[in-house]
């Protein structure tokens, strides 16, 4: 399946809320597919529809290749602990910007496959992390929006230097 373009921060796409996907077919499925490779060649271990410029609540995973990539269709967070952790996040489409962020450390998800059964499911550790992050993006909200605002303007202010020099 072909790799996608990424959007780039400051897309105002990025900042746009996704639409629940409604049609669960062979479209649906190539979308997942195109996503996984646009993902696996920026490299990143997260992406969303979004971030090629689809806006459906659509987000592929893979952690490692042992584990494999895993689909959430619709996602939602249920549940999340009080506990928290700090971990780096960035985006493919901020490459090479990465800040921690403070999260919750286990949350559940409730979500579709790609046929449409809803599943529910428990996440720890990075797994968490990246869904927390993915699920924000699908919501329109963009990783830097969780720094505070000092950090978020270094953080800018780095891509903003790193692009002028790619």
């Known amino acids: 399946m072909p790799i996608r373009p990424i959007l780039r921060f400051p897309d105002p796409r990025l900042a746009m809320p996704a639409a629940a996907v409604e049609h669960f077919d062979a479209d649906l499925a190539a979308l997942a597919t195109d996503l996984l490779d646009t993902m696996r060649a920026a490299p990143g271990i997260g992406i969303t529809a979004p971030h090629i410029g689809v806006l459906q609540r659509l987000t592929v995973i893979e952690l490692d290749a042992a584990s494999g990539p895993k689909t959430y269709v619709n996602p939602e967070v249920v549940w999340s602990s009080a506990d928290t952790t700090a971990h780096a996040e960035g985006s493919v489409s901020m490459p090479g910007i990465t800040d ?59 891509s903003a230097k790193q692009d002028k020099t790619r």
């Open 100 to 158: 921690d962020v403070v999260r919750p450390r286990l949350i559940r998800v409730r979500y579709q496959t790609l046929l449409g059964d809803v599943r529910q499911e428990e996440a720890d550790g990075l797994l968490s992390i990246c869904l927390q992050h993915e699920i924000d993006q699908l919501d329109g909200i963009f990783w830097l929006q969780r720094l505070s605002r000092l950090k978020r303007e270094r953080a800018v202010k780095r």
